[in-house]
Every structure is written in structure tokens, then in C-alpha cells.
């Protein structure tokens, strides 16, 4: 009788552990809101219309695109604090910045809490990091699987080198996806019989540095096919244009990734069972506008999302912030989210039948910045800002305006002008807070040339206390009309209320003396990068 008493719950046990929702999540190192999917949604050219990611727009016309999906910070470490532990960067202690950060182990982070649920929860690629200890909030590298190895997250560097040594460019993808392949495969072959899974698939690839003319030379993206699909504030000029088009590059790499990921999930008849979400952690490395600003180049992020209950083919309105994603994970398999989360489940969101407008809540999110590269500015100190982001408006407050956002420029004038190949090939020689890129190399170099002072200026140039940009006008966010009596209304009343929700949330750079991220431990030096990692910061 007790033989068949427990033989009946282990049955029990591993009926319900069937019937809980897998959770895939495929997170990119510094992808934006690039795909081909995102073409024509906001109605306005864009270089979207020339990306061939066909396996991101399956998963878009079997699910959801999410139009408004923002990170709380754009900048790696500090994005992944908000989105592992579900609250804002700025409640995540030291992993609220980039370098020098370390993890709070009293932080609950969704993972973590899946896995003592129950669930078999893995990673391949990058979690957390740069940070002590690495991928701390995922438990480490004691769920790494990434035996079959890490060569496709320098896609466009390996993938040239194979094609160099003999191979069709065919063949190199295809041993590269191999080891995506294997990696998952070894995640799945340590699954229990029934049990559910939570795997994080996050590849670097798309984080600088890129095999410089690789988006012609392997995916035959012609530069000169993006002539007028560049946002205003960025020089549609070749150099620009061919960084663009390696980025996209890298992008269609990242597609065919989540391409092994789906079919593997197809074949072995899971798919539809799992929560598959996309996204990554903030906009495009090493341009104006993107990385380390608030502005939606910096911010704005793809977010895609197919699984049990969600119904395809819909494109939503709703205003997401990706430390929402953490209670949804939670709340897809069966868990309430802690108390002290503060994001927001979208399961409703995922599972409505209704397009456009969900939930009549989700209209607005926050976003922030504090310390990204430790040596960016004298004393370690950060660019502290934040952002409130509504349908027809940004607003920015910009704590420090004496300090440069994008860090010191670390030169006078022309006699010590860091080099092109310098500032292309090594983050920390000027403005530290943009990627070293050909981009920055070629704007860096028209800093006295007239004709492109507005665009080094929005670059690198001081900014104001206030920011305002009227999204209704101006979609590309190139005029600041803070300083407009016509504004006044509008920007005390967005003002109002981002503080407010900053003080409810307990942001120390508008509580207290406001100093908390200006002082040490969040100021402390940081050892110099290795010579082998000086490209880039993270």
C-alpha cells in the first residue's frame, strides 16, 4: 500500500512538473530594436527594412512584438541586475554600475527562485557581467553549458578566419551554429524525465568589437543599400554607413542562432510548451544616441515573445520595462514574485487576444545611468541621469551637467588627438563611454570641421539640466525644447512625476543627500583592463 502511495505522488509530482511552462530566454549583448519585424512599425524608414532575420519574424507572426520595451539602464551590468532581480538598476547595491560591480547575494533573482522550485535551469554565453562573482545571480558557472564552445560569440571574426582558411561561408555558419547546437543539447540531456527547464541563451556577438567590413564581405549587406535609413543625429556618410551594415551582420548571425534554438525545441516536441522570449540589453555599442544615453537608441530594445496561451500575429503598445520580465517568468511557472520586485508581470499582456493598447496602465517607463567605465571622468565618478519616456514624450534630467556624459575627452586639440586606429580599436582612449568603434573613430576626427559640429556635439557635448523631446515632432529626439515656454506645462508635470517615482522606489541619487553613487564603494578604482580585453568595456 505504501509502495503505491508513493509510486502515486512521484506520478503526481511529475504530472504537474509537465504541465509547468518552460522558459526560454534569448538575451543579445547590445541588440536593439533590430529586426525586419520591427519594418514600418513606427512608419518611418530605418535600416530594418534591409535586416533578413527570418527566424526573429517567425517567432513575431506566432507571437507578440512588443513596440514600447525599454531596459532600465543601457548599460550591460547594471541592465542585467534590473532585469535578473526584477527592480529598478538603482536598487541593486554595486550592481547598479558596470565595472566594479559585485552581486548582493541577499537579492532574489528569478532564476534562482525557478530552481528551487524545481525547474533544471542552465546558460550558455554571457548572464552577468562584467561583475564579482560572474553570473552570480544565475549561481555562477555551476549551470554553464558551453563545452561544445564559445566561437560564436565572435561570429564575424571566427566566421572570416574559417572562410579564410578554405571554407564557403555556408560551411563556417554552419560549424558555428554546431556548437550553439551542442550547447543546448547538453542542456537538455540533463533535464529529469518531465522536468521543466529555464535556459538563457545569451550570445556577445552583437557587442563590439565586429570584423570590420564582415556585413558585406559574409552576409553581402551592401552599406550603401542604408542611404537615408539612419536617424538623423547619425552622419550618413560611408564610414558610418559600413558599421552599420557589420552590425546588421551580426545581428543576422544572431538570428540564425535563435534558429537553432526554435528548431531544437520543435523537434523535440517542446515548443509549444515554452515560454520563448527575446530581447536584448540595450541599443547599438560605439554610435551617438545608443549605448550609455537614455535616449531610444540607447534604450529602446526588441521584445518578442511566443508560447502557451499567447496569441500570434499581434504587435502591442503597452510600455515594458525588462525588469518586468523577471515576476512574468515567475508567474508563467506557478511563483509569486517577492514582494520587493518592482516590476511587473506582462503575462496578461502575452496571454490577451488584443492588439495595440493591453493594459491601460503601461504607459510610461523609467530609465537611468550611473557609472559604466570606471576611468571615464576624473575621480571615478559617473554620469548620473535619468529618463521618463511616454508616448509623446522624453524627458531627461541630467544630475551632474558639469560632467561629460560620455566621459572626459582626454584631449585638447589636434596635437593630442588620439589616432583613428586608437580610438576604433581601444574603448578607454577618449570618451570611454562609447565603445571604441569606426564610427566614433570618424566623428571623433570632424570634432573642429563645421559641417559636423551638431552631430560631435550631440555625440559628446555637455548637456543641460533638463531635456525635452516631443516624440510627435521630433521622433528622432534631435531638439531639445526644455528651454520652450511653450513646454513649460509639459515638462513640470513629466518632471513631477519621474521624481516621484524615483522617491516611491527609493532611487539614493534623489533620496538621502543624493551623493550615495558619488561616493566610495560605487567610485572605487578598478584595475586596467588586460591588454587582450581593451577594446571594450562591456
Known amino acids: 500500500m505504501k509502495t503505491l502511495l508513493a509510486l502515486s505522488l512521484v506520478l503526481a509530482a511529475a504530472s504537474h512538473a509537465a504541465d509547468k511552462v518552460n522558459i526560454v530566454f534569448c538575451f543579445a549583448d547590445d541588440w536593439g530594436r533590430y529586426a525586419n519585424c520591427y519594418a514600418g512599425v513606427d512608419g518611418r524608414p530605418s535600416i530594418n527594412d534591409v535586416l533578413k532575420t527570418p527566424n526573429i519574424d517567425r517567432v513575431a507572426r506566432e507571437g507578440v512584438l512588443f513596440k514600447n520595451a525599454f531596459v532600465t539602464s543601457p548599460s550591460c551590468t547594471p541592465c542585467r541586475s534590473s532585469l535578473l532581480s526584477g527592480q529598478y538598476f538603482f536598487r541593486t547595491n554595486r550592481g547598479a554600475i558596470l565595472q566594479g560591480a559585485e552581486w548582493d547575494l541577499n537579492i532574489p533573482s528569478y532564476p534562482l527562485l525557478l530552481r528551487d522550485a524545481g525547474y533544471h535551469i542552465g546558460k550558455s554565453y554571457k548572464v552577468w557581467s562584467p561583475g564579482t562573482p560572474v ?62 527547464f529555464c535556459y538563457w541563451f545569451g550570445p556577445t556577438h552583437t557587442h563590439r568589437t565586429f570584423e570590420k567590413n564582415s556585413g558585406k564581405a559574409l552576409w ?66 560605439g554610435v551617438p544616441g545608443g549605448k550609455c544615453t537614455l535616449y531610444d537608441h540607447g534604450v529602446g530594445v526588441a521584445l518578442i515573445a511566443r508560447g502557451p496561451g499567447v496569441k500570434p500575429g499581434r504587435v502591442v503598445d503597452d510600455f515594458v520595462n525588462l525588469m518586468d520580465l523577471a515576476p512574468t517568468f515567475l508567474e508563467a511557472g506557478g511563483l509569486k514574485p517577492p514582494a520587493c520586485m518592482t516590476g511587473r508581470s506582462i503575462l496578461n499582456v502575452l496571454r490577451s487576444s488584443k492588439s495595440g493598447l493591453v493594459d491601460s496602465t503601461r504607459t510610461w517607463v523609467v530609465a537611468g545611468r550611473e557609472r559604466h567605465v570606471a576611468t571615464a571622468r576624473d575621480g571615478n565618478l559617473p554620469y548620473p541621469h535619468r529618463a521618463f519616456r511616454t508616448r509623446d514624450f522624453l524627458y531627461v534630467r541630467n544630475f551632474a551637467p558639469d560632467r561629460w556624459p560620455m566621459g572626459d575627452p582626454k584631449f585638447i586639440g589636434a596635437a593630442d588627438l588620439p589616432s583613428a586606429e586608437a580610438l576604433e580599436h581601444n574603448t578607454f582612449v577618449a570618451f570611454a563611454d562609447m565603445d571604441a568603434s569606426p564610427t566614433k573613430a570618424w566623428l571623433v576626427g570632424q570634432y573642429n570641421v563645421p559641417q559636423w559640429k551638431w552631430h560631435y556635439e550631440y555625440a559628446f557635448g555637455k548637456r543641460p539640466a533638463e531635456e525635452l523631446y516631443d516624440l510627435r515632432k521630433d521622433p528622432d529626439q534631435a531638439t531639445n525644447v526644455a528651454a520652450d515656454p511653450a513646454y513649460a506645462r509639459a515638462k513640470r508635470e513629466l518632471s513631477s512625476r519621474l521624481m516621484k517615482i524615483l522617491t516611491d522606489a527609493g532611487d539614493p541619487r534623489v533620496t538621502g543627500d543624493g551623493k550615495t553613487f558619488d561616493r566610495s564603494p560605487f567610485t572605487d578604482e578598478v584595475l586596467p583592463p588586460p591588454r587582450a580585453q581593451k577594446k571594450k568595456a562591456g
Do not use: C, W
Open 220 to 285: 553581402g549587406i551592401e552599406p550603401d543599400s542604408l542611404k537615408g535609413k539612419l536617424p538623423k543625429f547619425m552622419p550618413d556618410v560611408p564610414e558610418v554607413r559600413g558599421d552599420y551594415a557589420d552590425y546588421m551582420g551580426e545581428i543576422q548571425a544572431l538570428d540564425e542562432g535563435i534558429g537553432v534554438i526554435v528548431e531544437k525545441l520543435r523537434a523535440i516536441g517542446e515548443l509549444d510548451n515554452t515560454l520563448l522570449v527575446l530581447s536584448g540589453d540595450h541599443g547599438f555599442p
Open 135 to 196: 553570473d552570480a545571480p544565475y549561481g555562477g558557472q555551476q549551470h554553464a553549458y558551453e563545452k561544445a564552445g564559445r566561437a560564436y560569440n565572435q561570429f564575424s571574426q571566427n566566421a572570416t578566419k574559417l572562410v579564410q582558411s578554405g571554407l564557403t561561408f555556408d560551411a563556417a555558419k554552419a560549424k558555428l551554429l554546431d556548437e550553439v547546437r551542442g550547447n543546448f543539447e547538453a542542456f537538455l540531456a540533463d533535464r529529469k524525465p518531465g522536468q521543466p
